[in-house]
């Protein structure tokens, strides 16, 4: 095990009804005005919204709108949030949502005390210094970035999707209930469990020193997810493995899963990325096509850590049989596993290689993930 320090700021406050804290949590914090950032307006026809404002202006705190913030989150909705929030001189950025939103609202926090545009912060031009605080109420359990501190967001003009990260950016509350989950439709229900999966299996697979706790601990949110995604999709009001899911997620990318690691990256969601700026597919179902496809590329790089997660997670004995295990998983649950599925054909590969390339660089593992390399795993990714 790799020396390392474990540092994760984020207070949790997991269980039923918990959104209605959130204006005496602000009010802790000192906070008299703030911007509230969601989605769709379903959250104001389940009453979510009404739940929140009246806690916050319970509180004494006033609200500003910024709605509409859309899966694959965009940099123009970004800088508009920015616009409202220096607007309104607003103390502090309030997420209602899943991982959209929350990440927009990391950006803009981050965006509002940054001199320059946004963007510098994503392509590494300028750093982040600071940010307001950032508090959330989480609808949809995928990302974990209610207890991490990255924010991925699409410039829709250079079809570009990439991430900041920093110690400003962790939310300083964020509100767990997962009775709030319970309306998630089944589609995006199962492209929660392959980018949670996701998140679990970059580290494990890619690290050249890979502690055996750390793939035990990977390997049990793994089989958490497999077995509450299961009894969700037969009944979606059991609460209890509601909040397994919801644990889980959260577990697989706050930074746990990772200490005491080395030499990790995250490819599946680099050649991904590239998927979601082109196409729009949702990310999870872009990383259940892609997750197979590397997989039967890299196996005989790490073939000890396959087998284990061959017999580990499906009780089968080899690597390949473990990788055929998930595909069909995700099959049976009902997350694509093929471009085609996606309305992603082989005429749209060269553009997709070119992106893909330029993430492996932002990620930093162009060396490995040559023009060669990426071509073969998209074509695993094509095959019937």
Sequence with gaps: MKNFTFFNPTQIEFGTDKEQLIGSILAKHGIKKVLLCYGSDRIKRDGLFATVSESLYANGIILAECSGIVSNPLLSKVREGIALARAHQVDAIVSVGGGSVLDSSKAIAAGVVYQGDVWDLFIRKASIEAALPIFSILTLAATGSEMNSGA??????SKEKFAISSVHTFPKVSIVNPALMQTVSRDYLVYSAADIIAHCIEGYFTAT??????????EAVINTVIESTEILLKNPADYHARADFAWASTQALNGLLTAGTGGMSFPNHMMEHSLSALFNVPHGAGLSVIIPAWMKWY???NPAQFQRFARTIFRVDTAEQGIAALEQ???AIGTPTRLSQLGIT?????ATIDNVLGNAKWFGIAPTYTRDVVTTILQNALKP
């Design 346 to 350: 082989e005429a749209d590969l060269p």
């Design 299 to 301: 196996h005989s790089r």
């Design 209 to 218: 020193e890979q502690p055996t706790f750390q793939s035990r601990m990977v």
């Design 152 to 157: 991925v967001v699409t410039n829709e003009i």
């Design 329 to 331: 998983w995700f099959d």
